[in-house]
């Protein structure tokens, strides 16, 4: 039971993550795909299914490694190790997505920088020093 909930989280996980991706990345800027309120929801779902896939795929590998060499053993770690590798893709996906997000953009620098004022050598008062 434990190396179908894997696979099936990291799957979802896996798709979730390309859903972002799309809707953040590759959407027309005019689309619906790029309101705030379907990243939203689409992040708060990969919240809670993320840790889930992660958690049961470590703990059926562990699992299906301690019971023992059987075919069934060899079945189940074969399904942890597909939930191991959807959820490493999942993390290749999600860094370049954090990559393009985060992507600067270069533009000319026409902007001159401010001079400093000038230090009051003179020795008048200031305003500071005059209240």
């Keep these: ?5 894997a696979l099936a989280a990291s799957l979802a996980s896996l798709g979730l993550i390309c859903a972002i991706y799309y809707c953040n990345i590759l959407a027309r800027p005019s689309s619906w ?3 705030e309120m379907l990243a939203m929801i689409l992040l708060s779902v990969l919240t809670g299914l993320f840790p889930l896939a992660v958690t049961a795929s470590i703990a059926g590998l562990w699992q299906a ?3 023992g060499l059987s075919v069934i053993a060899l079945v189940s770690a074969g399904a942890d190790l597909a939930a191991i590798t959807a959820i490493m893709v999942f993390v290749w996906a999600f860094r370049a997505l954090v990559k393009a997000t985060y992507r600067v953009k270069v533009e000319p620098n026409k ?10 050598c003179n020795g008048a008062p200031s305003q500071r020093n005059a209240a």
Aim: charged share 20%; proline share 14%.
């Design 1 to 5: 039971m434990h190396h179908t909930v």
């Design 111 to 120: 902007v001159k920088p401010m001079s400093p004022k000038p230090v009051n």
């Design 65 to 67: 490694l301690k019971g």
């Design 33 to 35: 795909l790029r309101s």
